[in-house]
Structure formats: structure tokens, C-alpha cells
């Protein structure tokens, strides 16, 4: 599970340093969870990126958030913590190890039951929702994220924003294909094509954050069904 693109910033180093050791602290059950998935290499969210959410979600004061990847459900427990009491996160995994870490700490941390764990792969539970969510954070894996997003975006309200985690390959995903490894090949290509379809899609407004390995955001502009 491990992510290599982590060490290649798309920042330089220095800056991210300095966004890694002054941001806003987070409350001591999840700075220690935090610390504890980062030394086990467990991959959550980079810390940049937990600040920007801070102030992102202190703007903009969503009340509900779909996530694609729970992993060992820091992200979740950071959405929930961010919206308050009211808000609620319904969250997607499929791994077994990472449904019982995340399992064990929901018990532990999710004070309000305000977290749903919903087991299984993506692409099929998407397919069962009905609810619609202020918010999608899309968090894994990175090849499926074109072939997700129209049933992602099905259930985000209109005016309600997707962000999508790590797209850019450590900055390699605008290079030419042929300088790509072939076992990174079709990511590659898929990665490409979500960023190329998503800022060319008229009804929605996209902006690409270079924080971590790049977090692409965008906000639903119609009532409509996307193709991609
Ligand atoms: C980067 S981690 C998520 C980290 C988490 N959002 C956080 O920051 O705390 C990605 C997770 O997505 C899960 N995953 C990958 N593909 C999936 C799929 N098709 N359906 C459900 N979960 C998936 C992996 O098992 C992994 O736990």
C-alpha cells in the first residue's frame, strides 16, 4: 500500500515542510492516529492536504461527505471532526485488514455514530446509493477514478465539490507515454484522461491543488448525468 508518488512533492520540499510543521494542530485522537499511520506506512491523506481540508471546511461548512477508500479511517474521522456533530461521512472500502483497522477505531473515535462504513468494492456500491452528499473525496484507486466519477457525481448535490487525490504521478502524468514505465502505463493514461475530461467539461468548474500528489477539485454545475 505503499505510495511512492508521497516522495515526490509537486511542491518543492522546503514549502512543504513548512505546511507540514505549521498547520493548524488536530485534536490528540487524531494527530496520534495520524502519527501512527505514518509510521506504519498505512496511506491516509498527506498533512498538507489535512490543513487544506481544515480551512477548507471551516469556509465552506459541508454537512455531508462521500468517501471512496476508508483505509484505517483517519480521513473519515478528520470530515466528521471538521463538520461537527450534524455532519455525516459515508465511507468505501474493500480490503479486509484495512474494513477491521478501520473497524476498531471508528468504535473507538466515531463519539456520534455520525461515520457509515460501507464494505465492498467502489464501483458497485456507488451503483446502490441514493443519498445525495455535499462532498466526494475520491481516495482510491487512482486507475478507476475515470470509470467512478459520472456515478460519483450522481450522488453530489448541484453546487456540491469532488476532490479527487493523487493525480499527478509525482508530476509524471504530463509526460509523454512513451517515457512511462509499462506497469504504470495504464494508470497513466487513465489519470491523463480524467484531468483532460474533467477540465474540458463544460458543467463543471475544476482546479487542480499541487498538494501531496496533487488534489484535483471540482464543483457540479447541473442537474445532469456526466459522461466521460
Ligand atoms: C489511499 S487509501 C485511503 C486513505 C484514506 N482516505 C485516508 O486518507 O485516511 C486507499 C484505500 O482505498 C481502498 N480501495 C482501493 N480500491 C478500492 C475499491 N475499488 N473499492 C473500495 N476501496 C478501494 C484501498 O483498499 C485503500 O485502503
Redesign the pocket.
Known amino acids: ?1 505503499h505510495n511512492e508518488m508521497l516522495h515526490h512533492p509537486a511542491i518543492p520540499v522546503p514549502l512543504r515542510n513548512f505546511l507540514r510543521s505549521h498547520g493548524q494542530p488536530l485534536p490528540a485522537p487524531l494527530a496520534e492516529l495520524e502519527t501512527s499511520a505514518r509510521d506504519r506506512d498505512v ?3 498527506p498533512h498538507e492536504t489535512v490543513d487544506y481540508f481544515q480551512t477548507w471546511f471551516r469556509q465552506v461548512h459541508p454537512t455531508s461527505v462521500l ?9 473519515a474521522l478528520l470530515f466528521s471532526h471538521l463538520m461537527g456533530s450534524q455532519g455525516k461521512v459515508s465511507t ?4 479486509p485488514t ?1 474494513i477491521d483497522h478501520a473497524r476498531a477505531n471508528l468504535a473507538q473515535y466515531d463519539h456520534h455514530h455520525q461515520i457509515t462504513m460501507l464494505t465492498g ?3 458497485d456500491i456507488l451503483s446502490t446509493l441514493t443519498d445525495t452528499y455535499d462532498v466526494a473525496f475520491m ?3 487512482k486507475a ?1 477514478y475515470i470509470h467512478q466519477l459520472p456515478a460519483v457525481l450522481a450522488r453530489v448535490k448541484v453546487g456540491g465539490t469532488v476532490f479527487i487525490d493523487d493525480v499527478l504521478q509525482g508530476g509524471t502524468v504530463f509526460s509523454p507515454e512513451t517515457e512511462i514505465p509499462h506497469r504504470l502505463k495504464g494508470i497513466h493514461r487513465n489519470l491523463r484522461q480524467l484531468l483532460d475530461s474533467v477540465f474540458a467539461e463544460p458543467d463543471l468548474t475544476a482546479t487542480l491543488i499541487p498538494l501531496g500528489d496533487g488534489l484535483l477539485m471540482m464543483t457540479k454545475n447541473a442537474d445532469k448525468a456526466y459522461h466521460f
Open positions: 500500500m496511506p491516509i491523506i468517501e471512496l477508500g476508508t483505509a484505517i479511517g483517519f480521513s468505501i472500502e474493500r480490503a484495512m468494492d467502489a464501483t481516495d482510491s484507486a478507476q
